[in-house]
């Protein structure tokens, strides 16, 4: 068994992923990409640690009616990238990695910070970039940037 297949066995084996798919490197930069349930993050970012793996990043997407995590795990020896979505919620809090890859921590914090999504567990959850104004997530679809956000009204005129 070559160690791609070996690895699409232990990704098929969480019982929280809901869709794997063998990616093209060349075209999605990715050896693997999977969806999973929230839940099973923990799960998965111990098996892929076990297996070698870091975590590359953490980051999450807006898509106006719906947020996505995204996890992007990586391997230096015999590479091999993993890329997990799973969906998110404001008012639900995703569980925390950072006991598993403590790389987690200013990730978590970061996406807690810009999009206003919690980690439950999260050793220090608070802001890392902004003030700790309440509401103020601006990479959020719903975020609209006024004076309240950056100081002085600044007029400017289309050349």
Same mark, same amino acid.
């Given at each position: 068994?070559?160690?791609?297949?070996?690895?699409?066995?232990?990704? +098929?084996?969480?019982?929280?992923?809901?869709?794997? @798919? @063998?990616?093209? @490197?060349?075209? !999605?930069?990715? !050896? &693997?990409s999977l969806s999973i +349930?929230?839940?099973?993050?923990?799960? *998965?970012?111990?098996?892929?640690?076990?297996?070698?793996? &870091?975590?590359?990043?953490?980051?999450?997407?807006?898509?106006?009616?719906? /947020?996505?995590?995204?996890?992007?795990?990586?391997?230096?020896? +015999?590479?091999?990238?993993?890329?997990?979505?799973?969906?998110?919620?404001? /008012?639900?809090?995703?569980?925390?990695?950072?006991g598993v890859f403590p790389?987690a921590n200013w990730q978590? @914090?970061?996406?807690? !910070? /810009? &999009?206003?999504?919690? &980690?439950? !567990?999260?050793?220090? *959850?608070?802001? *890392?970039?902004?003030?700790?104004?309440?509401?103020?997530?601006?990479?959020?679809?719903?975020?609209?940037?006024?004076?309240?956000?950056?100081?002085?009204?600044?007029?400017?005129? /289309?050349?």
């Open positions: 068994m070559s160690q791609n297949e070996s690895l699409a066995v232990i990704l +098929e084996s969480s019982p929280q992923v809901t869709q794997l @798919r @063998r990616a093209s @490197r060349e075209n !999605d930069g990715f !050896d &693997f +349930e929230p839940k099973g993050i923990p799960e *998965l970012a111990r098996m892929l640690k076990d297996q070698g793996f &870091f975590l590359e990043y953490l980051t999450a997407v807006d898509y106006g009616q719906t /947020m996505e995590l995204v996890y992007s795990f990586s391997k230096w020896i +015999e590479p091999d990238r993993v890329q997990a979505v799973c969906p998110a919620w404001p /008012m639900e809090a995703a569980p925390s990695i950072c790389a978590e @914090r970061e996406v807690f !910070d /810009m &999009f206003g999504l919690e &980690f439950k !567990d999260h050793p220090d *959850l608070k802001r *890392l970039l902004l003030i700790q104004e309440e509401g103020l997530h601006p990479l959020r679809k719903d975020f609209v940037a006024g004076p309240q956000h950056s100081g002085d009204v600044v007029e400017t005129e /289309m050349v």
